[in-house]
């Protein structure tokens, strides 16, 4: 005798396909447009593709369904439904995000063993080296660590240069110092 919510849908349903989920392991997906009722309590247009997967698939939000017809979608939203039995997922765009212009600024290191500083907004990636080759300088993510050179910092010896990637983007104020004076540095942030 089976219960109202033991359909095993994959093994009733006709089209049902195998899927991958960013490479893994094949799963049996039920592939079909996204109904009235739900492109309107997500938001989706009603272009958007459904696929309903077995429960044991785990999609995360990008992630990426390849089709055996080599047709590929991203996932915007996965919810486990039907007492966790299976999961709807739906797939659509998901706006690339707005790639910048890289944008250069010098901090001038006037005085030794004094702290400068520049806040820096929505940072993905940071370069950062002095103009001078023959000058070292001190790098801090905290305000008093570089002019008394207390931990943590970063020392820069002459001749490096310094990157950084942050994901998610940054908001941040960078510490410099040098231990002589007159002393230009060179970032690129993006």
Do not use: C
């Not at 309590?41 to 696929?51: C, E, H, M, R």
């Not at 801090?140 to 942050?166: C, I, R, W």
Request: net charge negative.
């Amino acid at each position: 005798m089976t219960t109202p919510f033991d359909d095993d849908i994959f093994n009733l349903a006709d089209g049902v396909e195998e899927i991958y989920i960013d490479s893994s392991s094949p799963y049996q997906a039920i592939i079909r447009r996204i109904t009235r009722a739900e492109s309107v309590g997500s938001g989706l247009p009603d272009t958007a593709i459904v696929f309903m997967v077995e429960s044991d698939a785990v999609p995360t939000i990008r992630a990426t369904i390849l089709r055996s017809n080599g047709e590929t979608y991203t996932i915007v939203k996965a919810e486990l439904r039907s007492h966790e039995t299976r999961w709807v997922v739906f797939t659509g765009s998901i706006s690339p995000p707005v790639q910048s212009q890289p944008e250069f600024h010098t901090i001038n290191i006037g005085a030794a063993n004094t702290e400068y500083s520049l806040a820096l907004t929505a940072i993905n990636s940071l370069k950062i080296s002095a103009r001078d080759v023959t000058k070292s300088f001190r790098l801090a993510f905290e305000s008093g660590k570089v002019a008394d050179s207390m931990e943590p910092f970063h020392t820069m010896h002459s001749h490096q240069t310094l990157a950084y990637n942050f994901k998610p983007a940054l908001d941040f104020t960078l510490y410099v110092a040098s231990p002589s004076g007159g002393v230009a540095l060179e970032l690129i942030t993006q």
